[in-house]
């Protein structure tokens, strides 16, 4: 038995140990294996180092400027790389400045070897998850990003940062990294450098800097377009919140000292001369479109780039023109005036008015979103009606005051007009006919056509979470430019773009590296956008919108005025070209005030001097441009009135929307008329008649003052009528 068992035993002693002595082999080859992989890439990664050059901060802040050019692509319009530049030794640079910068964009400068291992973990879970695309956050990194001025952002760009953040830590002490960076970093403004930065802001050299001044530029470094005060004051302050307090917990700034801090008066923005009259404005939307685009700002600073904008050369000059010859000459402080013009269907800004100077004052009054719209949202309110089957033959009631659904609300001068149809409506701006219209339809349908038209979300006064009737009145601020890009979408038959300043953008090296592709989506279907269009054009022949007939050319418009007369706008379109213009006051503490006595006008309607304005400029842009005439409206909207071809009695008026008649009653005639014309259209008579005859006699017109003249040359004084308080609170626009 002894002697059967023992080969046994040996049999199974040589199964156990066999596969262990495998397993053993196969990790020790692993094991080689990877050190072998290790010592290679330390190798590589070692002679990569080696052959890296470490570039000087002369041959950083010596890199070429970025060209920005008109729309035809070969005429300059400007640069964006002509800044100041002061370099200053670290030791001129407050301790307290300094830990501010560290605290802002990397607390363990003095810690790490050039690359963090949290921040390039969290670059490559953004690469990879498909987020934004990013490097590292270390001060060293970024200084070696500047040092490559390419707009790849491949891998092989991050290898090659890494390598240069590995060698500067070689290579050069800390204190050295740390001078050069604040030597050679953007802070807006076009100020390199800390000490440009510190003049630029604070008008003192950087040795003079306070905590909390230092704690500014400290939060500007993130983005100096995106943080910029003139623009965005709330988030700097967010973020100079951010920086003390970081400050704090790294043990830089005692509580005490915290707590005594206060955000710092900036002192206002200086522009160069080359940026004088319009062109800092068009340089300024063009470096915000490149910054949302992904560029950034050393890129886009300094990086040699070649872009050709949107923007015509004519119509930028008709637009300052315009605005010139046709603006209010008296009475003017505080005045803005802002104007925005846009391709249909491309999205493709072409002209901008964004103040007087860009020198003086770089708060750009085209894109920016602070005056109230009026009830140049009434068309958003008749897109939303005509989706939902309502004709324009619908008739509504346009007495005042009216109170509906608990809201007390009169129309301009407190007029009542009857039951007047929604086409009639439109050409008068009828306050209490189109509150009911939305009343009817609902304001979250009319709230959804205004975003589906163009404007953005996040429109100041647009309130969707709390939408009531006022809506439709104009409650909100959008931006001229919004108001263009949403009538261009009715001018495109229902098509919306995205608006752009940019056709394309070259890098230093010729190669394509941004083009515009224009995607339009349909926010209306052409009967709806091309209804709603019909109606805006009766605004121009029977309406409101009068003085756009001197245009001598088809056009729809909508006027708007606003409760307090804080606001006037005018904005219309032809089938080429949709242009909004707006004017609004303010004090010296940026608080709205009345534009009443402007330009000599009692009340300044979006029919006096913004309408003036639109047609000059309207005209010269389209100077060569043929004569379009818009699409026709479906089947059945355009509905004949019963207009009488004779003067009624005294004490009676013309229809609303009737041609006032050729011939007076009883009176003889010496011009024959053609009955078969339907009663919208005005009686042909033999001989050519101005077609300012067929605008009604003198009405209270919702949105010009009793007898202010249509041409705001020579305006006549007249009262402010006084609004009547709303339900609501605060008061809605008063046409």
């Known amino acids: 038995m002894s002697q059967q068992g023992r080969p046994a035993q040996k049999r199974r002693s040589s199964r156990g140990i066999a596969p262990t002595t495998s397993r ?19 190798g590589a990664a070692t002679i990569a180092v080696a052959m890296t050059d470490v570039p000087s901060p002369n041959e950083v802040s010596s890199s070429e400027a970025t060209i920005v050019y008109w729309a035809d692509g070969t005429t300059e319009l400007g640069r964006l790389g002509e800044a100041t530049r002061r370099s200053v030794p670290l030791a001129s640079v407050p301790i307290e400045v300094q830990n501010a910068v560290l605290a802002a964009e990397d607390r363990t400068f003095y810690e790490h070897g050039g690359i963090s291992p949290l921040g390039l973990g969290r670059a490559i879970w953004n690469n990879v998850s498909g987020g934004s695309t990013q490097g590292g956050s270390t001060i060293t990194q970024q200084y070696a990003k500047n040092a490559y001025l390419s707009q790849d952002r491949s891998w092989d760009r991050k290898i090659r940062e890494a390598l240069l953040a590995f060698k500067l830590e070689t290579v050069v002490s800390k204190s050295q990294i740390l001078e050069d960076y604040l030597n050679t970093i953007y802070f807006g403004r076009g100020a390199y450098g800390i000490e440009a930065a510190s003049i630029a802001y604070f008008g003192k050299p ?48 005692t509580p005490t000292k915290r707590a005594g801090a ?69 009475n003017t402080a505080g005045l803005r005036i802002g104007l925005a013009a846009i391709r249909p269907g491309t999205g493709r800004v072409i002209a901008m008015y964004g103040g007087k100077d860009f020198v003086d004052d770089q708060i750009n009054n085209a894109t920016r979103r602070f005056a109230q719209a009026g009830s140049t949202f009434k068309p958003f309110a008749l897109a939303a009606a005509v989706e939902a089957g309502t004709p324009l033959s619908s008739m509504w009631n346009g007495d005042s005051p009216a109170t509906i659904k608990g809201y007390t609300l009169t129309n301009y001068g407190d007029k009542s007009y009857g039951k007047v149809s929604m086409l009639q409506a439109t050409e008068r701006s009828i306050n209490t006919a189109y509150v009911e219209l939305e009343s009817d339809i609902g304001v979250e349908q009319v709230a959804d056509a205004a975003l589906r038209s163009g404007i953005p979300e996040s429109t100041p006064g647009l309130n969707l979470g709390q939408l009531d009737l006022t809506f439709v009145l104009g409650t909100a601020s959008p931006s001229g430019l919004d108001m263009a890009n949403s009538y261009a979408t009715f001018a495109a038959s229902g098509a919306r773009a995205t608006p752009t300043v940019i056709i394309k953008v070259l890098g230093p090296n010729g190669g394509l590296l941004y083009e515009t592709d224009p995607q339009t989506t349909e926010a209306f279907t052409p009967d709806v956008a091309n209804t709603v269009t019909y109606a805006l054009s009766k605004v121009v022949t029977n309406g409101t919108g009068a003085t756009a007939l001197a245009l001598g050319r088809p056009a729809a418009a909508k006027t708007g005025t606003t409760d307090g007369n804080r606001s006037a706008w005018f904005v219309g379109f032809t089938p080429q070209l949709a242009t909004a213009v707006l004017m609004a006051k303010e004090d010296e503490a940026g608080i709205p005030v009345s534009l009443s006595g402007t330009g000599g006008l009692g009340t300044v309607t979006g029919g006096s001097f913004p309408a003036a304005i639109w047609v000059a400029f309207m005209k010269a ?43 007076v009653e009883f009176g003889p005639s010496s011009e024959p008329i053609d009955e078969s014309i339907p009663g919208d259209v005005t009686p042909m008579p033999s ?38 308080p709303s339900a609501a609170g605060s008061g809605p626009p008063s046409e």
Do not use: H
């Not at 409206?633 to 008026?653: F, H, M």
């Not at 209270?700 to 009547?724: H, Q, R, S, W």
């Open 24 to 42: 053993r082999g196969w990790l020790l080859r692993i094991i080689i294996g990877v050190l072998l992989l290790v010592g290679i890439g330390i």
């Open 206 to 253: 950087v040795t003079e800097l306070t905590t909390s001044e230092g704690a500014v530029l400290a939060s500007i470094i993130k983005s100096p377009s995106g943080l910029s005060p003139e623009e965005n004051l709330a988030a700097l302050k967010g973020r100079w919140d951010y920086v003390v307090d970081a400050m704090v917990e790294q043990g830089w700034l």
């Open 262 to 330: 206060s955000f710092p008066e900036i002192a206002k923005a200086k522009a160069g001369n080359r940026l004088g009259g319009q062109i800092g404005f068009l340089l300024n939307a063009v470096t915000t479109e490149l910054a949302a685009l992904g560029f950034d700002e050393t890129e886009i600073q300094r990086g040699g780039l070649r872009i050709t904008s949107t923007f015509e050369r004519k119509a930028q000059r008709a637009a300052t023109a315009a605005v010139k010859q046709e603006g209010p000459t008296s």
């Open 621 to 663: 842009a389209l100077d060569e441009s043929e004569e379009v005439a818009f699409p026709a409206p479906p089947p059945g909207v355009i509905v004949p009135l019963n207009c009488p071809v004779v003067l009624p009695p005294e004490g009676e008026e013309v229809p609303l929307g009737c041609p006032i008649p050729q011939i």
């Open 687 to 724: 001989e050519p008649v101005d077609p300012a005859a067929e605008i009604p006699a003198p009405v209270e017109n919702p949105d010009a003052a009793p007898g202010t003249p249509v041409n705001p040359a020579a305006p006549t004084p007249t009262p402010t009528p006084t609004p009547t």
